[in-house]
Every structure is written in structure tokens, then in C-alpha cells.
């Protein structure tokens, strides 16, 4: 955990500006020089049209102002938040579960792809704000002296006691019904861990990976988290059957399927990297005191820890294994397909169809049907690789 000596900062300047309140953080260099504010911001900051739901405004903690107008910039903003085909009929409702608190369920069927709902957060904020970091995915970066979290523009780190007074001041400008939303989620951390407001981000953050202070190279790091009233009901699954999208120019989080649902069931997001063994989601899912009882976990062999740790690299074999035979008579190629289809199976049934590979593996497999001229079998097949495209369309483009 990192910590600031909280004399160091500065006290609350409370000023509200229209829309505005900001907070000092640490004190400016020089009286005109806004580094160092953090503000708390209403997104969007006029009426959009055709959204008239109090509800449907953010509070923003925002603690680099170049951040802010990078959403102001978004072409098109402020867009209304998307509607999912059916408009304003409910698509999911919220009930308790035996073993999970709430969770939200289906209340209709849908396609992979399809967009549940969409909703504009309750708060966003830092997600360093809140999150200590103490381990870093090597990906996000190799550089010594990012494991903790700077506000970008300032000397410092921020600490707990900072986030906790800019939470306040984020929830004291929302209207009581948002207020009251706010207050009622989910709290699995222990007061005496963690303040109620610090326990409820930590909760219920959602990253959002396409809004972050700095540059690009400290997206990880730097990158902001939404807090929403419907979205952080979806319970942890390893085998998720949702995604989630942020489009900054209607500040709005997009619920999707991430394969066909039924109506009824229970929608799963997952908390934990998917590509990790049982082991390492385990520890990542002890911070919402989560022990996984979803059937990857329940089923783990080495074999299934292997597929989610080298999946990509077990499709990219499989594809070439596929591909250098080109010479293959029609028995080869009905064994060739149907090693593709177990592998196909295989990777659904982990719930690893999110994979980057996954729509490669399924032109392989249309390629092979067209060949073979099973042209409803290559239509079908042709189907899911185009949700999938667009499935990984949409993670990539966050
Ligand atoms: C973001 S909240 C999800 C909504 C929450 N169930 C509620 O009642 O509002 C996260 C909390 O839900 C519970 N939870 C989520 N997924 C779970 C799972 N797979 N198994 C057990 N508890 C789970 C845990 O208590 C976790 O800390």
C-alpha cells in the first residue's frame, strides 16, 4: 500500500463553480497553474436530448483536466446512451441469489454480440484513487517505479483519505435517488479495512480501459473506473457469459453478450484475468472475498489450467497443423475438422471464445465445411465467426 503524509495536503477548497467542484490536492506551483486540482465533474455537463432521467448523469472525479477534455472531444459527445433493440422494455431484472448477494438476470434470449443494456455510471474516479497497486501485470508495464499510482500531474501519490473526501464530495452533488442507488451497493470489504465509501468502490469498480490520465504507455496505471447501479450487480464467473464496453462520447458503460444467453440465466462478467491457471484467479478474486465455485473451478485439471494459459498459442498450432496439409483428401479433412470442432468445444467450454484466435479457428473450420460442401454446417459456423469478429472488435478497440 502507498500512503502520503495527509498534512501534505492541502485542505478542501470546496468551490462550486456551475457543474464544477473542485478540491485541492496538493498546492499549485504557481496561483493560475491548475495542476494539482482535482475536480469533480457532472458528465455530461449539459442536458442531452431525449434523456431527461436524473440518473442519467455521471460525477467524475477527475484529477488531470487534459483527461476531461478528451471526453469533450470525442466526436459526438455528448451522445445519448445507446438503446439495446427493445428500447425501454426491461431485458433483466435484479434477485438475490443463494450464495452470491444479488446478481442480475437475463429476462429475454440473446445473440453473442448483442447489447444488453447500457448505462451512464453513478460515480467514476481514479481507479488508482482506490487501488494500491501491489502487483502489476507484466504487460502493463516494466518500468521500475510503477507499482504505485501518481497523479500524473502532481509530486504525489494519493491516498485513502484524499479518495474518501472526493468520493464524499462526488456523492454529496448527486440527487437523492442516485444518492440512495450509491449507498446500497454492494460492500464486501470489512469497516475495519475500509471506510463504507472506500469499500463500496472497491467493490464495485469497473476499469475503464479506454479513459486514462497520460500517455498511452500508463493506460493500465492511470486508467479510471466506473461505479454503476445495474453493472456492478453482475456477479464473477471464470466462465463469463458478459462483456463490457465504455464509449467516452456518451460516458456510458455497454453491457454485451459474450455468447447466446437464455432467458433466465444469471449473467457473469469475470473479475479475474481469464487467461491465468485456478490458482492465480483465486488470489486475484480474494479481493472481492470470492471463492469461485463456477465450473471451470470447479473441474480444473492440468489439461484446462493448460488451455486458459496457452490458448491463443494452442489455436495458432492447431490452425498451422490445418493449414500445412493442403493437399488433404476428404478423410483427412473430416478428421482435420473434427480435431478443430473438439478444440472448438474445448474453448467453450472454458469460456475462452474471447480469445483473439477464436474467429481464426472458426474461418479454418468454414474453410474445411466449404471444402467438404457441408454448406449449412459452413453458414453456421460463419455466423459465430462474425459475432466473434465483432466481439473481438469491440474488446480491442477499449
Ligand atoms: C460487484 S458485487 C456484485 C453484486 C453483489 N452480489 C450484490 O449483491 O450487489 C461483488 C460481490 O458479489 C459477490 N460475488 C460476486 N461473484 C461471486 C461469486 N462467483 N461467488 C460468490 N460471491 C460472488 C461477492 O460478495 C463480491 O464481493
Redesign the pocket.
Known sequence: MIGRDSSQTAASMANISGREVTKSYTKPTTPDDDEGLVTVATIPNVVVEGESHPQQHSEWIVSEQVTKQKVFKAPGYPKPIPKPFDGDLPVYEIKA?P?????LFATRSFSAGDLIFAERPLLVLPLGMINLYDEVPAEASNRSGDLTYSHPATAGPFNLGDAEVLIELAVSKMNPDVSRAFHS??N?HSPNDYSQMIGIAL??ALRITNLYDGPTYRAYLNSYAGISEIG??????CKPNVYFTFDLASFSFSFKALRDIASGEQL?RS?CSIHAGRAQRRKE?AD???????ASCANTTTDSDGLRLGCDKIIFNAIGIVTNSCRMNRAAMRSSFEYLAQLRQELYDEGLYTSKLYPSLLRIMRALCMKMESVDKAKEIEEEMKKYDKINDDLGAE
Open positions: 441469489t450464495d452470491m448477494g444479488l446478481g451497493l454492494d464486501c467493490t464495485n456492478s450487480r453482475i456477479n464473477h464467473s457473469f473479475y478474486l472481492w472475498n470470492i471463492i469461485c465455485r463456477c
